[in-house]
């Protein structure tokens, strides 16, 4: 039982280019989420899915596009980084209200 | 629209001794759930307790425990015998009926040996 992973955990990125962030949960969970975190805030909600094939806007979601096509996997993609994507992406899975799941986080760079 | 707020930015205690973070928050709704989460040095984001709005019983796990004001809106945590492996970010949230989770900015927990 791995839990939540992360793939990758670090990348470095120029401006414009693109890249995808793979979370798997193996704990058959509903809910999977993204976020970011900035030096001196608190994790932000990007994109979210209630299940399978469904997904939704978070608080920050401008420049970010998700996938949902299998229950275990979530998918975050960066189509153009701009250096303000510059942070450490978390994803959390949880069956709805009760306790979220964190991966280990990804450390995005872009410059 | 729902906030959490955390006004210490950096607390520090002393090995063995208590210490409380305080955490105050808004929102519309009458039944909620609210979290301290910690995040050592290895990033990894922990649960430490939870409290879900509708007990007024305060929620205990260990040496960690709530002081819930739902009238006041607070929700602090108090460490108790202070332990070195406690030395994290601690983070607050409110978990909305939409299920997401709302985050005050964190407060960075210093033990001294």
């Known amino acids: 039982n791995a839990g939540v992973t992360q793939t990758p955990k670090f990348r470095v990125l120029k401006t414009g280019q693109s890249m995808t962030l793979l979370c798997a949960q193996d704990?058959?969970?509903?809910?999977m989420y993204w976020y970011r975190q900035d030096p001196g805030m608190g994790l932000r909600l990007i994109h979210y899915s209630v299940g399978e094939g469904t997904t939704a806007k978070g608080e920050v979601p401008d420049g970010y596009n998700v996938s949902r096509l299998k229950k275990q996997n979530f998918l975050l993609g960066l189509e153009s980084a701009a250096p303000s994507q510059t942070s450490v992406y978390f994803c959390?899975?949880?069956?709805?209200?009760?306790?979220?799941?964190f991966g280990p986080g990804t450390r995005l760079t872009v410059t | 629209a729902q906030t959490v707020t955390q006004s210490q930015p950096e607390m520090s205690v002393q090995e063995a001794e208590t210490v409380t973070l305080s955490c105050t928050y808004d929102?519309?709704?009458?039944?909620?759930?609210l979290f301290w989460y910690k995040q050592p040095p290895s990033r990894q984001m922990i649960l430490v307790i939870r409290q879900e709005a509708y007990k007024q019983q305060n929620a205990t796990e260990n040496r960690f425990s709530v002081n819930f004001q739902k009238a006041a809106k607070s929700f602090s945590l108090k460490i108790s015998d202070s332990q070195l492996g406690d030395a994290a970010m601690y983070f607050c949230a409110l978990l909305d009926s939409n299920y997401q989770l709302i985050w005050g900015a964190g407060t960075k927990l210093i033990i001294k040996p």
């Open positions: 959390a899975s949880d069956t709805g209200g009760y306790e979220q799941y």
């Open positions: 929102t519309s709704e009458s039944d909620y759930y």
């Open positions: 704990m058959n969970h509903e809910y």
